[in-house]
């Protein structure tokens, strides 16, 4: 597991956190954030991999081929996502109108595909972790905007979490073989939380960025502080990640719809 926050280097334009070139970390991708100011344009072309941006805060024109999808999200914590999935040699062109921030992952794919937007009235939504579940400790919203169900041309997958104030997510610990990638954010930039991975403990912040190369892991929130991350995960060659999750035995038990009736029953564990 790697955790690094790049806040302090953060400049206008592209930030790269990975690049596969150089070091890929396992997770076979590049991924950044992109900086963007009011007027600024930024010009996407990549020959061999497929490109997924996706609008974090602010005000973008996104144009692609013939197309233009004009997308505003002021946050992540109260308004949906606008997320452009495009295949290699797509010439994808930013334009934006405010101060704005977008996630950007990539990767090679062979396979070229016409690209397709997900929008806020696209995105599947699940909402977890509702009161009656470990008394409402993991209350959740987890969204995806394309994985191997909905996108089999891609090599990757897309979402994020919102993690509620003070609640966990991606819990109980898990784990699958595919590699992936948390990147953080939070809606104050002194908020934190803590991860849980490979059997460390790792403080993140607004802005960081945590890879989980292999272990159980989970996540959890400081008290009034919302955490929202965006999760990347690239399919490994003939393993694609298909929903997988492998929970840790020693915390399977919590599934249970009964599972923390002795508090309030008064009965040992």
């Not at 010009?43 to 996706?54: C, D, G, N, Q, S």
């Not at 974090?56 to 996104?62: D, I, K, L, M, R």
């Not at 995806?144 to 909905?150: K, L, Q």
């Not at 990347?232 to 997988?244: F, Q, Y």
Request: aromatic share 14%; net charge negative; proline share 5%.
């Amino acid at each position: 597991m790697s955790y690094f926050n790049k806040n302090e280097e953060l400049k206008r334009g592209y930030n790269a956190y990975i690049d596969a070139s150089v070091d890929d970390m396992g997770t076979q991708m590049d991924v950044g954030l992109l900086v963007m100011e009011e007027g600024d344009t930024f010009t996407i072309e990549e020959k061999e991999k497929e490109t997924a941006v996706l609008l974090f805060a602010g005000s973008v024109t996104y144009q692609w081929d013939d197309k233009t999808v004009e997308a505003s999200r002021p946050d992540c914590f109260r308004y949906e996502a606008y997320c452009l999935l495009a295949g290699k040699g797509t010439k994808i062109v930013l334009t934006a109108h405010s101060h704005s921030e977008l996630y950007i992952q990539k990767t090679v794919n062979e396979n070229p595909y016409e690209a397709v937007m997900y929008t806020p009235e696209t995105v599947q939504v699940q909402h977890a972790g509702a009161q009656g579940e470990l008394m409402g400790c993991m209350r959740r919203e987890i969204k995806t905007f394309f994985d191997y169900e909905n996108a089999p041309f891609s090599n990757m997958v897309l979402g994020e979490v919102l993690n509620f104030p003070g609640k966990w997510s991606s819990y109980p610990p898990h784990h699958h073989p595919q590699p992936e990638v948390y990147f953080y954010r939070f809606d104050h930039p002194q908020g934190f939380g803590a991860g849980f991975a490979n059997g460390e403990i790792y403080q993140t912040g607004h802005n960081g960025l945590a890879v989980i190369n292999r272990g159980f892991h989970s996540q959890t929130a400081a008290p009034g502080y919302a955490m929202c991350y965006a999760w990347g995960i690239r399919h490994l060659e003939g393993d694609p990640w298909e929903k997988t999750r492998i929970d840790d035995p020693e915390h399977e038990w919590l599934w249970k719809a009964d599972a923390n009736d002795h508090i309030f029953k008064g009965e040992e564990s």
